[in-house]
Structures are given as structure tokens and as C-alpha cells.
């Protein structure tokens, strides 16, 4: 039994935020019921994402139906949470925001899930990753030679609000314990990432510099904390902040008379320009030969491609096998006495519509005409 075994969620979320914190409780025993729409069957937003497609049921249902309406209300009774990011006043607009659910469902936790939050000048504005990176001033710390804020290759903001998502309804939960009701949840994409940034907002109100904020060149960037080149052209990072372990590194370097100058801005560049040549004497499987005891701090920048070869990611079962040999990321966290589980592979587009229907009480004759008339779509062969 997972830790959120007997947990019902209700995931209207379709996106990946939302997508990625259903998949967090599913992975701990949650029963998420996915509700998309049968005119999304052919939407490929998730499709190639396994990960975020295990663990679940869907069901597809036409929620602008009035039939399609009374079906969804009809989950709710035994439902503990909602999941939704729709753009603020959409909910509203279909009949199911939360003031009108927690009415009659006043254990509802109601989570949602959107960019810029349901309040604030900016609430209706459309957006993606990117935007989200570049308003929360992220985007101002990572930046090329020219000085021009790159972009990480991965959904921060996206990833981010999904953990915050799950965070906030693990609080309501832990609430709803105390005092028996439920509770609604704003969480902003942007709010989250802004939380992130509590050491670069420190130092930039306190007067002092970031290292790598500007050109993130050799210069600007402690020599302690950076990558280096390697001779077959892969690439290491060092990360001795502590002075201990920095002069370890200095004296397994070769180059012991830099241990006590590890922050001196004057001898920044020198200190660099001299273990860049250091590291580049020699492959990168020789240096992690070298560098192999437990305080040395460096670690290699693996390529996507080799995460499922690399030892520590197997033996802590982080990289696992989906359908068609795509690789996922196993679960997280990893709790003891109620581990999670992959009880069920990614679910296929209304593959369950039927049998939901009829665990609400729809009989066989109700559940054909529904199909019918285009309020459900089954995935089953001849629907």
C-alpha cells in the first residue's frame, strides 16, 4: 500500500504541471481519474511523456454537455481532490469553480494551477515556460558571452508548479485532518520560481555580486565552482565551495598554491586559466578515476543518452523502461515503509470511460447511448 493509498483525485489539468503533481500522487497510491474532453483524443501534448501518463484512468467527457456535467458531479462524492489549469474564469464559465463545488463538497481540495496565479495584473495572461523563467528574473542568471539570458532545455517553471501543486495539497490534506474541510489552492508557476531565487535575490539586495550573472565567462565565475573542459572535449564540474575540500583539490591538482585563494577576486582569472589547462590534460574518465574519493566534490555532465547506464541512477531504480524502451524517471521520494509503485503502465486515451461509467452506476444500454451521442468516447475496438 502506497502512502496515499484510498486517495480520489480528479485530474482536469490536461497540461503538464498539473500532468506532473497527479503522477506524484499516483505514484503513491492515489486513484487519479484523468477527465479530457473527446475532442482532445488526437492532442499529442502528452503523449510522448510517459511518466506522466502511468498510474491513472482516464475517462473522456464532454463537460459542455449538460449529461456530460451531471456525469463528472457524479465523482465527486467520493473525490478528495481537484486538479484543473484552466485560465482564471474558465471554471467558473463551465459551472465548476470551487465556490460552487465546495458547497457541496466542502472536504473538496480544490487545487489550481496556472501561470501567473488567479490574482495580480497579469492573471489572464497567456504564457509558457519561458515567460515565467523571464519574469521571475531567472532568466537574468544564466547568461551567454553577449550577455543575452539563455533559456534552459527543460520545463523549470512547468516541473516547479507541479511539486508546488503537490506540496499544497499535502498541506490541505494534513488541514483537512485537523478541522474535517477541504480548502482551495492557488498555485502560480511564476510564484514558485520566484521562491526558488532566494540566494540570488540575497546577494543582489545586499550589494553583492553574483558569480556568472554577467556573461557567465571565466571571468565572473568562481574557479571553484564551475566546468571544466576535459581533453576528449566532455566536460566536469568542481564544486568545492567549503575551503577544506578546495585545498584537497588544489594539492590533487597539482596545484597546492592556490589553496588559500579560492574566493580572491584579483587571482580569479589566473587560478581559472590554470585548472583549465589541468583538466584538459587528460580524458574525462581518467579525471573521475583521479577524483573518485567521497569529499573530492566533482561529478561529470552526463548526456541524457547515458542516465540509464549510469550505476547510481540504477541501483536507485531513478531510470526506468516505459512501453517501446522509453526511458522515465522513477519515483520520488523514496519512502520506507510506504514505497510507491508503478501499478500501471501510460494510459491510452478513454480506455476507461466504460468502466468508470459503470462504477457510477450507468448500466451497459445507458453507457451505448451516451457513446452515441458523443458525451463519452471509449477507446474500446468500434467506439
Given at each position: 500500500?502506497?502512502?496515499?493509498?484510498?486517495?480520489?483525485?480528479?485530474?482536469?489539468?490536461?497540461?503538464?504541471?498539473?500532468?506532473?503533481?497527479?503522477?506524484?500522487?499516483?505514484?503513491?497510491?492515489?486513484?487519479?481519474?484523468?477527465?479530457?474532453?473527446?475532442?482532445?483524443?488526437?492532442?499529442?501534448?502528452?503523449?510522448?511523456?510517459?511518466?506522466?501518463?502511468?498510474?491513472?484512468?482516464?475517462?473522456?467527457?464532454?463537460?459542455?454537455?449538460?449529461?456530460?456535467?451531471?456525469?463528472?458531479?457524479?465523482?465527486?462524492?467520493?473525490?478528495?481532490?481537484?486538479?484543473?489549469?484552466?485560465?482564471?474564469?474558465?471554471?467558473?464559465?463551465?459551472?465548476?469553480?470551487?465556490?460552487?463545488?465546495?458547497?457541496?463538497?466542502?472536504?473538496?481540495?480544490?487545487?489550481?494551477?496556472?501561470?501567473?496565479?488567479?490574482?495580480?495584473?497579469?492573471?489572464?495572461?497567456?504564457?509558457?515556460?519561458?515567460?515565467?523563467?523571464?519574469?521571475?528574473?531567472?532568466?537574468?542568471?544564466?547568461?551567454?558571452?553577449?550577455?543575452?539570458?539563455?533559456?534552459?532545455?527543460?520545463?523549470?517553471?512547468?516541473?516547479?508548479?507541479?511539486?508546488?501543486?503537490?506540496?499544497?495539497?499535502?498541506?490541505?490534506?494534513?488541514?483537512?485532518?485537523?478541522?474535517?474541510?477541504?480548502?482551495?489552492?492557488?498555485?502560480?508557476?511564476?510564484?514558485?520560481?520566484?521562491?526558488?531565487?532566494?540566494?540570488p535575490l540575497s546577494n543582489?539586495?545586499?550589494?553583492?555580486?553574483?558569480?556568472?550573472?554577467?556573461?557567465?565567462?571565466?571571468?565572473?565565475?568562481?574557479?571553484?565552482?564551475?566546468?571544466?573542459?576535459?581533453?576528449?572535449?566532455?566536460?566536469?564540474?568542481?564544486?568545492?565551495?567549503?575551503?577544506?575540500?578546495?585545498?584537497?583539490?588544489?594539492?590533487?591538482?597539482?596545484?597546492?598554491?592556490?589553496?588559500?585563494?579560492?574566493?580572491?577576486?584579483?587571482?580569479?582569472?589566473?587560478?581559472?586559466?590554470?585548472?583549465?589547462?589541468?583538466?584538459?590534460?587528460?580524458?574525462?574518465?581518467?579525471?573521475?578515476?583521479?577524483?573518485?574519493?567521497?569529499?573530492?566534490?566533482?561529478?561529470?555532465?552526463?548526456?541524457?543518452?547515458?542516465?540509464?547506464?549510469?550505476?547510481?541512477?540504477?541501483?536507485?531504480q531513478m531510470i526506468l523502461?516505459?512501453?517501446?524502451g522509453i526511458p522515465q524517471?522513477?519515483?520520488?521520494?523514496?519512502?520506507?515503509?510506504?514505497?510507491?509503485?508503478?501499478?500501471?503502465?501510460?494510459?491510452?486515451?478513454?480506455?476507461?470511460?466504460?468502466?468508470?461509467?459503470?462504477?457510477?452506476?450507468?448500466?451497459?444500454?445507458?453507457?451505448?447511448?451516451?457513446?452515441?451521442?458523443?458525451?463519452?468516447?471509449?477507446?474500446?475496438?468500434?467506439?
Amino acid at each position: 500500500m502506497g502512502a496515499l493509498d484510498g486517495l480520489k483525485v480528479v485530474d482536469l489539468s490536461r497540461l503538464l504541471p498539473g500532468a506532473f503533481c497527479t503522477t506524484i500522487l499516483a505514484d503513491h497510491g492515489a486513484d487519479v481519474i484523468v477527465v479530457e474532453a473527446p475532442g482532445f483524443k488526437d492532442d499529442k501534448v502528452l503523449g510522448e511523456v510517459p511518466m506522466v501518463r502511468r498510474n491513472k484512468r482516464h475517462i473522456a467527457l464532454d463537460l459542455s454537455t449538460d449529461e456530460g456535467k451531471e456525469i463528472f458531479f457524479k465523482l465527486l462524492p467520493a473525490a478528495d481532490v481537484l486538479v484543473e489549469s484552466f485560465r482564471p474564469g474558465v471554471a467558473r464559465r463551465l459551472g465548476i469553480d470551487y465556490e460552487l463545488l465546495s458547497a457541496s463538497f466542502p472536504g473538496l481540495i480544490y487545487c489550481s494551477l496556472s501561470g501567473y496565479g488567479q490574482t495580480g495584473p497579469l492573471r489572464d495572461k497567456a504564457g509558457h515556460d519561458l515567460n515565467y523563467m523571464a519574469i521571475s528574473g531567472m532568466l537574468d542568471l544564466n547568461r551567454d558571452k553577449h550577455g543575452t539570458p539563455i533559456a534552459p532545455n527543460f520545463q523549470i517553471a512547468h516541473m516547479s508548479g507541479g511539486l508546488y501543486a503537490v506540496i499544497g495539497i499535502l498541506l490541505a490534506l494534513a488541514s483537512r485532518a485537523k478541522t474535517g474541510r477541504g480548502q482551495y489552492l492557488d498555485v502560480s508557476m511564476t510564484d514558485g520560481l520566484l521562491s526558488l531565487l532566494a540566494i540570488p535575490l540575497s546577494n543582489t539586495f545586499s550589494g553583492k555580486p553574483f558569480p556568472g550573472r554577467e556573461g557567465n565567462n571565466q571571468h565572473a565565475q568562481l574557479p571553484c565552482y564551475r566546468v571544466y573542459q576535459t581533453r576528449d572535449r566532455r566536460h566536469i564540474s568542481v564544486g568545492p565551495l567549503e575551503g577544506h575540500l578546495w585545498e584537497k583539490l588544489c594539492r590533487k591538482l597539482g596545484c597546492p598554491e592556490y589553496s588559500g585563494f579560492q574566493y580572491d577576486v584579483d587571482r580569479r582569472s589566473e587560478i581559472t586559466a590554470r585548472l583549465e589547462e589541468v583538466f584538459s590534460s587528460r580524458d574525462l574518465r581518467r579525471w573521475l578515476e583521479t577524483l573518485d574519493e567521497s569529499d573530492d566534490c566533482v561529478a561529470p555532465v552526463n548526456k541524457m543518452a547515458n542516465l540509464p547506464n549510469e550505476p547510481h541512477f540504477q541501483e536507485r531504480q531513478m531510470i526506468l523502461m516505459g512501453p517501446g524502451g522509453i526511458p522515465q524517471p522513477g519515483i520520488v521520494p523514496k519512502l520506507a515503509k510506504t514505497p510507491g509503485e508503478i501499478r500501471r503502465s501510460e494510459y491510452r486515451f478513454g480506455e476507461d470511460t466504460e468502466a468508470i461509467l459503470a462504477e457510477l452506476g450507468y448500466e451497459e444500454q445507458q453507457i451505448r447511448r451516451l457513446i452515441n451521442e458523443g458525451v463519452v468516447w471509449s477507446n474500446k475496438a468500434g467506439h
